[in-house]
């Protein structure tokens, strides 16, 4: 936990996707301080037709690139959260030459009661976690 939720426009190639991934849990594990094995990531790809994801006003421009990330997580600061937004664009554009203009990062907070990771039980209620 958290667990990242990627929306793509298909075409990348695997190893891009890795590279992605691999950055983002990077990126992850420094921000929020989560055990490098704590990896929970699902990759969407959709035709270019099923993936309108427009500047809200700013004047952003999107390319084919754009990335929508959906983060969900227990409750994290707004100091965490925003140097998770910049740490991550940084590192997307450098390693895999997505432009910060391409990504787009949502969260959705629940809390301890709304996880189960398996056998039917609320882990951090039971304190195995």
């Given at each position: 936990?958290?667990l990242?939720?990627?929306?793509?426009?298909q075409?990348?190639s695997e190893?891009?996707?890795?590279?992605?991934?691999?950055v983002?849990?990077?990126?992850l594990?420094k921000?929020?301080?989560?055990?490098?094995?704590?990896?929970?990531q699902?990759?969407?790809?959709h035709?270019?037709?099923?993936?309108i994801?427009?500047?809200?006003?700013?004047g952003?421009?999107?390319?084919?690139?754009?990335?929508?990330?959906?983060?969900?997580?227990?409750?994290?600061?707004?100091?965490?959260?925003?140097?998770?937004?910049?740490?991550?664009?940084?590192k997307?554009?450098?390693?895999?030459?997505?432009a910060?203009?391409?990504?787009?990062?949502?969260?959705?907070?629940?809390?301890?009661?709304?996880?189960?990771?398996g056998f039917?039980?609320?882990q951090?209620?039971?304190g195995?976690?």
């Open positions: 936990m958290p990242l939720c990627f929306d793509l426009i075409g990348r190893n891009q996707i890795k590279k992605i991934l691999d983002t849990h990077e990126v594990v921000s929020f301080n989560v055990p490098e094995r704590d990896r929970y699902i990759v969407r790809e035709a270019p037709s099923r993936m994801v427009e500047d809200t006003g700013l952003i421009v999107r390319t084919p690139n754009v990335l929508v990330l959906q983060v969900t997580t227990r409750p994290r600061s707004r100091v965490m959260k925003q140097a998770f937004y910049r740490s991550l664009v940084e997307l554009e450098a390693v895999c030459g997505i910060p203009s391409d990504v787009l990062v949502t969260f959705v907070t629940n809390t301890d009661e709304d996880w189960s990771f039917g039980r609320a951090f209620l039971t195995e976690l």
